[in-house]
C-alpha cells in the first residue's frame, strides 16, 4: 500500500462489549463524535440487519435520508429526536450528523428488545422513532440519565448498570452464553442456532412452519433473512482477516462462507450495505463515512485503520 494524499485521522471510536450479565441483550455500543469533521465525513453508513437499536444524542443533530433510496447526499432528509429507537431494517440506511453531533449507540439482540421492553422488532421494522412513544418509563429514565453528564465511559457504565435489573427483572428463556464471549465476532451464529431451538420447542405447534413464524414474531425477520445475515457478518469478518494477510481473493471468500458464487457474495453485500465489496473494502480504509464498520472490526478485535490516506 502507498500512500497517495496528505494524512488525515479518523474521528475517534469508543466500543463497549456488555458486562457479562448482559451478554444475552447488548450486543454492544459504539460511540463517536462528529466535532471538527467537515460535511462529507459527518455521514455515517449502516448496513441493513436484524439489531434494535437505542440511540443518544449528547449534544448536535442528526438527519436520516430514506432508507429506500440509494445513497444521494442531495436527497432530502428526515431530522431525528435526541434518543431514537431503530427497529431491524431491510435496507441500508445513511445518516447526517450535525457539526456538534456527540452520542453513542446500544444494540441489541432482538428478541431481547422485545422481552426487555414488551415492542414487538417486528412492529419497529425498518423505522427509527422518537424513544419516548415506544419505550417503557424505566429505560426511558436510563437513557436520560446517560445523557446528564460526564465523560462518555462512565455514561455507557452507568446504563449498564441501570439496565441489568430491568434484564434481570424479565422472565423469559432467553439465550445465554455458558461462559464469557472468547470470540465476538462468532457471537451471532449460536445466537441464531440458539433461536431457532427455542422457537422449535415452544409451544403446541412445532412443525417447521410454526417454528419460522415464532422466529419472525421475535425478531421481525424470517429464518431465511437471518441466516443470510449471519453469513454476511461471518464474510466481513473473513474480509477483515484477508486484508491483515494481504490475501483478499473475492471468490474464495464468497465460497468459504457459503455464497453459491462471487457474483452471489455482491449481489448480498449491495443488498446489506448498498455497496460492492470492492467498495466497502475502499470505504474501510479511506472513507470516515464508514466508520460504523471499523468499529464492528474494532469490536471483534482487529486493528483498524487510523489515517485515511491508505491506496487500495
Excluded at 431491510?90 to 450528523?97: A, G, K, M, T
Aim: glycine share 8%; hydrophobic share 45%; proline share 7%.
Amino acid at each position: 500500500m502507498s500512500c497517495d494524499a496528505p494524512a488525515h485521522n479518523f474521528a475517534p471510536l469508543q466500543t463497549w462489549l456488555p458486562p457479562w450479565g448482559l451478554s444475552a441483550c447488548v450486543r454492544a455500543a459504539i460511540a463517536r463524535s462528529a466535532v471538527g469533521l467537515n460535511a462529507s465525513q459527518r455521514w455515517g453508513h449502516y448496513p441493513a440487519g436484524p439489531i434494535c437499536a437505542i440511540a443518544c444524542m449528547f449534544e448536535g443533530s442528526a438527519e436520516v435520508l430514506d432508507a429506500s433510496t440509494p445513497f444521494d447526499p442531495q436527497a432530502p432528509r428526515q431530522s431525528l429526536p435526541a434518543i431514537t429507537v431503530t427497529g431491524p431494517h431491510s435496507s441500508p440506511r445513511s445518516v447526517l450528523y450535525g457539526p456538534q453531533a456527540d452520542g453513542v449507540m446500544v444494540l441489541f439482540y432482538p428478541d431481547a428488545w422485545w422481552a426487555l421492553t414488551g415492542v414487538s422488532p417486528q412492529d419497529l421494522s425498518n423505522q427509527i422513532v422518537d424513544a419516548r412513544s415506544v419505550l417503557p418509563a424505566a429505560l426511558l429514565a436510563a437513557c436520560q440519565r446517560m445523557r446528564e453528564g460526564g465523560h462518555t465511559d462512565s455514561r455507557v457504565h452507568t446504563f449498564f448498570e441501570d439496565l441489568l435489573p430491568l434484564w434481570n427483572d424479565r422472565e423469559v428463556d432467553r439465550f445465554t452464553p455458558a461462559g464469557p464471549q472468547r470470540n465476538w465476532a462468532q457471537a451471532f451464529a449460536p445466537w441464531m442456532a440458539s433461536l431457532a431451538m427455542r422457537a422449535a420447542g415452544t409451544g403446541w405447534g412445532r412443525s417447521l412452519r410454526q417454528s419460522e413464524r415464532r422466529i419472525k414474531q421475535w425478531t421481525g425477520w424470517s429464518l431465511r433473512k437471518l441466516q443470510g445475515s449471519v453469513r454476511g457478518e461471518a464474510a466481513f469478518f473473513a474480509v477483515m482477516e484477508a486484508m491483515l494477510e494481504d490475501r483478499v481473493d473475492w471468490a474464495q471468500i464468497a465460497l468459504d462462507n457459503g455464497f453459491s458464487d462471487q457474483s452471489h457474495f455482491i449481489r448480498e453485500t449491495r443488498r446489506i450495505t448498498g455497496f460492492s465489496p470492492e467498495a466497502l473494502r475502499h470505504g474501510f480504509n479511506t472513507d470516515e463515512a464508514f466508520w460504523v464498520y471499523r468499529a464492528w472490526a474494532q469490536l471483534a478485535g482487529f486493528d483498524v485503520p487510523t489515517t485515511a490516506n491508505l491506496a487500495l
